[in-house]
């Protein structure tokens, strides 16, 4: 299997190039084209996981509640294009067995089928901060892509860094973390327009994004029309 992103730039997405016994998921609805060869499935589970918890597990997660999977039908050589809702950077991580990977909700776009994606509850920081109170902990080995709103940026860890809640794409679970307002006070961090911040500290690899999407769609939305009733 070979994974090629494409445009790169504010419109990236991913061209799956699939083997006669590969495999790949994605969330559902991120498919905009593939090969006539190419068998397009939908589920809830991911290997050997799932079931319809898993997919309102993942509706709390801030993702989909389906997976879709493809495979070739014919023995022969076929290919996926994927593309992630928000325009910004797609991003591909080699995931090994030793280091799992944590995704924040929206920023799974698909993965190798030898993958356990699994939803984690981060505690009530989540609902404190805003954001949804599960990540999505993809562990096992094979390929994942994240997406990002705006540019991507890859981290290494060494000792510690702080994250704004709404930049964080992915994170390894060797990394512990702690939440906290970004000022010296709650007025401080109100009045500098921040929230809370993700403290991070150990050793291990961070991806960001340059925007925030939910803040992009407060400054939005007021510029909308009123919908007619």
């Known amino acids: 299997m070979e994974i090629e992103i494409l445009s790169k730039g504010a419109f990236e997405s ?3 190039h699939l083997g006669p016994n590969d495999g790949f998921v994605s969330e559902s609805g991120a498919m905009y084209r593939a090969s006539a060869n190419v068998n397009i499935d939908v589920t809830t589970k991911s290997k050997s ?5 898993a997919g309102v597990k993942r509706l709390l997660a801030g993702e989909n509640f389906f997976f879709s999977t493809y495979s070739t039908t014919d023995g ?12 910004g950077e797609v991003f591909l991580i080699d995931v090994e067995p030793s280091a799992a990977w944590m995704c924040a ?3 799974y776009l698909g993965s190798s089928p030898g993958l356990d994606v699994d939803t984690q509850f981060q505690g009530f920081k989540g609902f404190v901060s805003g954001e949804a109170p599960f990540f999505l902990n993809v562990s096992g080995q094979g390929h994942l892509l994240v997406t990002a709103f705006g ?3 890859e981290t290494e860890v060494q000792e510690e860094l702080t994250v704004d809640t709404g930049h964080l794409v992915a994170f390894e679970s060797s990394l512990q973390y702690t939440m906290s307002k970004a000022g010296g006070s709650w007025i401080q961090s109100w009045l500098a327009g921040e929230g809370l911040v993700m403290n991070f500290t150990g050793h291990g ?3 960001t994004q340059s925007h925030n999407p ?14 007619k009733s």
Do not use: D
């Not at 996981?49 to 918890?53: E, I």
């Not at 022969?76 to 325009?87: F, I, N, R, S, W």
């Not at 939910?214 to 029309?225: A, C, H, I, Y």
């Open 76 to 87: 022969q050589p076929g290919e996926v294009g994927l593309a992630p809702t928000h325009q």
């Open 49 to 53: 996981k799932g079931g319809l918890l």
């Open 214 to 227: 939910t803040e992009f769609g407060k400054s939005l939305g007021p510029l909308l029309p009123k919908r």
């Open 105 to 107: 909700g929206g920023s």
């Open 151 to 153: 540019r991507v940026v």
């Open 14 to 16: 991913a061209l799956v």
């Open 205 to 207: 690899r961070i991806i």
